[in-house]
């Protein structure tokens, strides 16, 4: 079972910078995305972005000029780069180890 940990987090003003860290127990070429999420109080957890095993990344419209994924293999951890800060940033932010399924193949047709 992979086991994360994520730090960095604390009191920044409006306009300022963090970065978050996901330490991970397991090697990120073994996990298929790392995921970055957060949950604003009152609010449904949402995704932030996610990288890749194959170190591609993805960052929702709503932040992507502001917020970037990285990752550090060597140290089996992934990074939330959060830059420009805004009070509707403010949340927990949470990493999580995604692994895909198989895959079921969906089709629509006449």
């Known amino acids: 079972q992979v086991r994360l940990v994520e730090s960095g987090g604390g009191f920044v003003q409006p306009g300022g910078s963090l970065r978050l860290s996901c330490a991970s127990s397991?090697?990120?070429?073994?996990?298929?995305?790392m995921g970055w999420y957060r949950q604003a109080p009152g609010k449904e957890r949402e995704l932030v972005g996610v990288?890749?095993?194959?170190?591609?990344?993805h960052v929702d419209d709503s932040v992507k000029d502001r917020f970037t994924i990285s990752r550090d293999t060597a140290k089996n951890t992934s990074y939330l780069q959060m830059n420009g800060l805004k009070y509707e940033d403010t949340a927990v932010y949470y990493c999580n180890a995604l692994f895909w399924g198989q895959g079921t193949q969906v089709t629509v047709s006449s």
């Open positions: 397991e090697s990120l070429f073994d996990i298929d995305a």
């Open positions: 990288i890749t095993a194959d170190g591609g990344t």
